[in-house]
């Protein structure tokens, strides 16, 4: 086969450059919105008055935090990723970023420090609460899941993992999730309620978490034939980055029959180590997870494909490639799974995606 040369415009990841999302916040349950009160007796005798307000009663589950305290993790979460983007280093993540998170600003950082302009696309999780949504559940680890607002652009929001390890450990997060625009949100009772915690393995959904989080994964690098069953609903994030691959791969074979020069394809692994997961009041549950992907292009025999130089060509060092082309990514998304007899499909409410490298032959 003769040498082709291709010269195709990858294009900028739309996740990283959306426009502002609309802004939407999640529904709270009904039991979040209740007041009390009572109404006055007709009589000409006084009532006597009122009892002093009680406590829960011991069998009923209260909330494990309360606003003042998710506001003050959230604040402090936001200040150690501003402090740690600001001097490239990820230990000014500590003592409230873990995880994932740790690891994934560290190898951006690594990528910025050849190609500067991929710090724009860090997303960064803001310090002021919107929503607060709480474990009632008394052991350990506690989870709740903060919807935050972004600093810089209006109408962004952010769904926040915090998970406190044992009572002797702070509240960290290990990641944010954007919130996808145009889907609908579930209805979650917020800090002054409470919710129950969901497990990996938690019956009474369409499917486990565990489960719908390899679902996702598989859509993601699959398309329609790792969901042949519809039960994933479409979401932006996923529409967009299945037309970056179609796009690149056009412009990749470009004159040439299909597949003739390169192909690509991008493989996405749950990280199943990380999870938090809260029950909507329909009885569904909103489950926040970790997932990396590798996005290859592999160069045909004989072939030689160059790049526009852009932000990933810069951090493998090259942009004309005779073997491959390997885009690594860290992404922590957020899905909605309805309860077992619901007539609907799993929906993904929020995704972040951060480039963790760039390698090339």
Known sequence: ??????????????????????????????????????????????????????????????????????????????????????AKKSKELAPRVSGSAVHFRQAAYESISTSKGLAKFLDVPGATLTVPLTTVTAGFPRVSIALVEDDETEGLRHFVALQQADAHSPYTSWGWAKQLSGVEMPSVSDARVGAENVATDADGLLMTPAEALELYAKTLTDGAKGDPDQQIAEDPFKTSRHEQIQAERTQLNEGVEKDEAATIRETYAVHDEEFAGLRTDDGGALVMGTMRSSRKMTVQDGATVRYEEDAYTKVAGTHEFTEEFVRSFGIHVALYIPPKDADAPIQPIGASLTILGATAE
């Open 1 to 86: 086969m003769s040498t082709r040369r291709q010269r195709p415009t990858v294009r900028k990841d739309p996740q990283m450059t959306s426009r502002p999302l609309a802004r939407r916040g999640l529904l709270l349950g009904a039991g979040s919105l209740l007041t009390t009160g009572f109404l006055a007796a007709c009589g000409s005798e006084p009532e006597p008055p009122p009892a002093p307000p009680q406590g829960p009663k011991a069998s009923q589950p209260t909330p494990q935090n309360t606003t003042e305290q998710l506001t003050t993790v959230v604040s402090e979460v936001n200040a150690d990723v501003m402090a740690a983007d600001k």
